[in-house]
T-cell receptor, first 112, second 116 residues
Framework: AQSVTQLGSHVSVSEGALVLLRCNYS??????LFWYVQYPNQGLQLLLK??????LVKGINGFEAEFKKSETSFHLTKPSAHMSDAAEYFC??????????FGTGTSLTVIP | GAVVSQHPSWVICKSGTSVKIECRSL??????MFWYRQFPKQSLMLMAT?????????EQGVEKDKFLINHASLTLSTLTVTSAHPEDSSFYIC????????????FGQGTRLTVV
């Protein structure tokens, strides 16, 4: 079985500050991990993903995430927040058959 | 990249009526499609997995007779909400997978259903 836990349903950062969104996973098989962003009333946009290989993955819009197997974590970071980063962020893990299991989401607010 | 299109983007229907939502993979063949439901301020919950040419597999607690899923071709899956009620109002999102060893699913833009 697969599941994802996102700590912190709301995160606020100042513009230019570090963004850190936390994600821990549980998986009975080697996980494939994803971060998606969702803007209001829109679908999901893939930010980045980890499948195999390098544990530090870089995505779009300056985001990156590091897969840490020992900590079962896949936290999302961005060195400097921008106003346009304000959105809902979802961490997800794939189960068998490519269905995705999502975390409860983290709403990111960027304060000018 | 792969594109998945949902139609309609917004729909309002009366209680007791049925509404059909389409999910199309525009530039690839999707052997598997997934349907999710998202309540306001909540995460996406997987409703069912749809494989082309076979019956959908529903997640526990999802009424298969209420949420009819058809995956008649490799590029189209439909979700029909039958006898809709206000509590069915939600945001429905589909995703499509190329199957095999692919590790990515591609998401539609979602459908906002409001039942009045």
């Amino acid at each position: 079985a697969q599941s994802v836990t996102q700590l912190g349903s709301h995160v606020s950062v100042s513009e230019g500050a570090l963004v850190l969104l936390r994600c821990n996973y549980s998986s009975s098989v080697p996980p494939y991990l994803f971060w998606y962003v969702q803007y209001p009333n829109q679908g999901l946009q893939l930010l980045l993903k980890y499948t195999t290989g390098a544990t530090l993955v870089k995505g779009i819009n300056g985001f990156e995430a590091e897969f840490k197997k020992s900590e079962t974590s896949f936290h999302l970071t961005k060195p400097s927040a921008h106003m346009s980063d304000a959105a809902e962020y979802f961490c997800a893990v794939t189960g068998t058959g490519n269905q995705f299991y999502f975390g409860t989401g983290t709403s990111l607010t960027v304060i000018p | 990249g792969a594109v998945v299109s949902q139609h309609p983007s917004w729909v309002i229907c009366k209680s007791g009526t049925s509404v059909k939502i389409e999910c199309r993979s525009l530039d690839f063949q999707a052997t598997t499609m997934f349907w999710y439901r998202q309540f306001p301020k909540q995460s996406l919950m997987l409703m069912a997995t749809s494989n082309e040419g076979s019956k959908a597999t529903y997640e526990q607690g999802v009424e298969k007779d209420k949420f009819l899923i058809n995956h008649a071709s490799l590029t189209l899956s439909t979700l029909t909400v039958t006898s809709a009620h206000p509590e069915d109002s939600s945001f429905y999102i589909c995703s499509a997978s190329k199957g095999g060893l692919t590790t990515e699913a591609f998401f539609g833009q979602g459908t906002r259903l409001t039942v009045v």
